[in-house]
């Protein structure tokens, strides 16, 4: 159980073109899913924390309009750069928590989307 | 502020016995996750600790020390394939998930 899935898996794109990143829940209902960016050899970093059918809480230095993610239902949320630049090229990976502890809720991980915009 | 301390990168032998110590300064405690996380892959989860003590699941023992801030994840009979980031987060008073960098653990023939 708690598998989550992440598509795609990796993509390569031109310089001021936006990409969709898609993260799904497989096999149970994500109250909330979690946006994670890591450069190499460096720690996860959270980009934003999304709750189905709400706004987006995005942290500190994370730019909404250049990352919109949308979380549309208890199994979906999306990640859209948009005018993807080269140095957005990193590894995206999203994460899913049931919401079923009261808060404590383990996060699974997605595969993770590699983006190299050239 | 809030930060998790970590050794950066530890070696071991394969068949040995490793620990991976974590500490933490978080405003509030729900609990402290580990995850493994191989090269080029997302993290995978590994075990939950929100009580004091040794919690065992196979090869893999997780420990906690609330008063001292403190847990470590202890790995036995090491095989290869056990080569890989080990990733230490506490979640705080809001729910938020306060990550460490992770320490790279080397395994050697």
């Known amino acids: 159980g708690a598998v989550v899935s992440q598509h795609p898996s990796w993509v390569i794109c031109k310089s001021g073109t936006s990409v969709k990143i898609e993260c799904r829940s497989l096999d149970f209902q994500a109250t909330t899913m979690f946006w994670y ?9 959270l980009m934003a924390t999304s709750n189905e059918g709400s706004k987006a809480t995005y942290e500190q230095g994370v730019e909404k309009d250049k990352f919109l993610i949308n979380h549309a239902s208890l199994t979906l949320s999306t990640l859209t750069v948009t005018s993807a630049h080269p140095e957005d090229s990193s590894f995206y ?14 996060q699974y991980f997605g ?3 590699r983006l190299t915009v050239l | 502020g809030q930060n998790i301390d970590q050794p950066t990168e530890m ?6 016995i490793v620990q991976i110590n974590c500490t933490y300064q978080t405003s509030g405690f729900n609990g402290l996750f580990w995850y493994q996380q191989h090269a080029g892959e997302a993290p995978t989860f ?5 009580l004091d003590g040794l919690e065992e699941k196979g090869r893999f023992s997780s420990f906690l020390s609330r008063s001292k ?5 202890l790995l036995k009979e090491l095989q290869m394939k056990d080569s890989a980031s080990y990733l ?22």
């Open chain 1, 37 to 45: 960016r890591q450069f190499p050899k460096q720690s996860l970093m």
């Open chain 1, 93 to 106: 990976i999203c994460s899913a928590s049931s919401g079923t502890s009261g808060g404590r809720d383990t």
């Open chain 1, 111 to 113: 595969p993770g989307t």
């Open chain 2, 11 to 16: 070696t071991a032998t394969e068949g040995a």
């Open chain 2, 46 to 50: 590994l075990s939950y600790n929100v």
């Open chain 2, 69 to 73: 801030g403190y847990s470590y994840l």
């Open chain 2, 88 to 109: 230490c987060a506490v979640m705080d008073s809001n729910y938020q998930l306060i990550w460490g960098a992770g320490t790279k653990l080397i395994i050697k023939p």
